[in-house]
């Protein structure tokens, strides 16, 4: 079974705190004057791509508007450097290359199959659900009530979504590291634009809507950090409804190569 992972939500508060201390050339009006190196041409399918992971960069208080989040200067590929070591493990071309592949291969929705799974096989789902959390701490070594609760908010979210119910968390983040990569330097433009809309053209028949992406976002979210998803869901909503929102893009648009 898996470990507590609630350091990784105090690592999250501590880095967007150094994020917004250290700042990044691009976000906000304080923003140092810097040489752009490169720029992304803002078209509706670079905007589909953002909008994949606009509560991310929302989060950062970066823009959803930059493919990226950030401006590609010298200073945004060293800060997004250092967020990829510390995060992913990743820096350079090869750990970059092989964390994309796990995530598309794997990601965490192979983990919360695995689990699901194996409770589904010892007979979860002919328990009530006031009777699961018991369950478990008489059969599983979990560690504690929490965990119980965990577990069988994870098995009612397989049971109303199926085996793929996090997958959108996977999807997201993949198209995500492919903004990254391109401000760390570590893929060149056309490389990393070329592979989002290979997994773009991938994810659109999975989702009936923004909406139902997002859904599976915020689930695989509660799933990877154990903790609620309702921020992330404010901000989505808040996101929406602004003028310049990426979701304004048809979902089901035509996802074409624009550069």
Same mark, same amino acid.
């Given at each position: ?31 140092? =004057? %810097? ?8 078209? !509706?399918?670079? +905007?589909?791509? &953002? ?107 397989? =049971? %109303? ?8 968390? !996977?999807?997201? +983040?993949?198209? &995500? ?83």
């Amino acid at each position: 079974m898996r470990k507590n992972n609630k350091w990784r939500n105090m690592f999250a508060f501590c880095m967007i705190l150094v994020l917004g201390l250290t700042g990044v050339s691009g976000c906000g009006s304080n923003a140092k =004057e %810097e040489e752009i190196l490169e720029m992304v041409e803002l078209t !509706d399918t670079i +905007r589909w791509f &953002n909008a994949s992971y606009a509560i991310l960069t929302e989060t950062n208080n970066w823009d959803y508007n930059l493919f990226g989040g950030l401006q590609n200067t010298e200073s945004n590929q060293k800060t997004v450097r250092k967020l990829l070591d510390e995060w992913w493990g990743v820096t350079d071309w090869d750990s970059a290359d092989s964390t994309l592949e796990w995530i598309k291969d794997k990601g965490h929705r192979a983990d919360f199959a695995r689990i699901v799974r194996s409770l589904e096989k010892d007979g979860m789902s002919n328990l009530p659900e006031e009777e699961r959390e018991a369950f478990l701490l008489e059969h599983y070594d979990i560690g504690g009530d929490d965990r119980a609760h965990l577990y069988v908010s994870w098995y009612k979210m397989y =049971e %109303e979504y199926g085996i793929d119910a996090i997958t959108g968390w !996977d999807c997201c +983040r993949a198209m &995500n590291l492919l903004g990254y990569y391109y401000i760390a330097g570590y893929y060149s433009q056309e490389e990393a634009l070329d592979i989002s809309l290979e997994i773009a053209q991938t994810i659109q028949p999975l989702f009936d809507s923004w909406d139902g992406l997002m859904d599976s976002y915020l689930r695989g979210y509660e799933y990877w950090s154990e903790e609620s998803s309702s921020a992330r869901k404010a901000l989505y909503e808040k996101i929406k409804s602004r003028e310049d929102s990426p979701y304004q893009v048809d979902f089901h648009m035509a996802l074409e190569k624009t550069w």
